[in-house]
């Protein structure tokens, strides 16, 4: 065969009916700042309609309430925990934590709290604070320690002064008989 007469054969290719498909929705990520996701969290926890706010009953505000008070929602739990706001500083939560035996308070400890008490980082925090809790028998041991310490060191310091010689004791044929007199 010369090359003239090469026909190439043309070859038929099978059409593969597929159904079409159909496009996925793309799921929308929306990354929020700490305090827009907080808003998000208040919002969710407000009354959802107006006839739930004009029937809401308000209650003036305590006397004494402090922003760095302790939230209504932990009330209970105080009998349990002894609770402590802490700075956000490392140093501040490396001794909170590891020489005090504070643990910080999250969702994973206390998750039936109203998502608007919890910070983006999932803890409870106020300004330049954030707060930690400790079990009260812990906390009260703590607590006494320094008490127990002084305590042991007076009575330690109450017979230091035996058998110095700096220390005059009047004789007893002396006229200033009763009177101990340090040096």
């Known amino acids: 065969m010369s090359a003239k007469e090469y026909k190439p054969q043309s070859f038929e290719e099978p ?23 907080f808003i998000m969290d208040r919002q969710k926890s407000q009354p959802k309609t107006l006839e739930e706010i004009d029937v809401e009953v308000v ?9 760095l008070s302790l939230p209504d929602e932990l009330e209970p739990y105080t009998k349990k925990y002894a609770f402590c706001w802490i700075f956000k500083r490392k140093q501040a939560i490396d001794e909170a934590c590891d020489i005090l035996h504070y643990r910080l308070t999250n969702r994973s400890y206390f998750p039936e709290l109203p998502d608007h008490l919890f910070s983006a980082r999932g803890v409870i925090e106020r ?11 812990i ?5 006494k320690a320094p008490g127990l310490e002084s305590t042991r060191r007076i ?4 017979t230091a002064h035996e ?15 009763g009177k101990v007199v340090g040096v």
């Open 15 to 37: 059409v593969v009916k597929q159904k079409p498909v159909q496009a996925e929705k793309p799921q929308n990520i929306v990354i929020h700042s700490e305090l827009d996701a």
């Open 139 to 143: 906390d009260e041991e703590m607590r």
């Open 163 to 177: 058998g110095s010689p700096d220390f005059y004791v009047p004789q007893a044929d002396s006229k200033e008989e």
């Open 127 to 137: 300004g330049d604070n954030i707060l930690c809790f400790r079990s009260k028998k």
């Open 59 to 67: 209650e003036k505000p305590r006397d004494g309430y402090h922003k």
């Open 155 to 158: 009575k330690e310091r109450m």
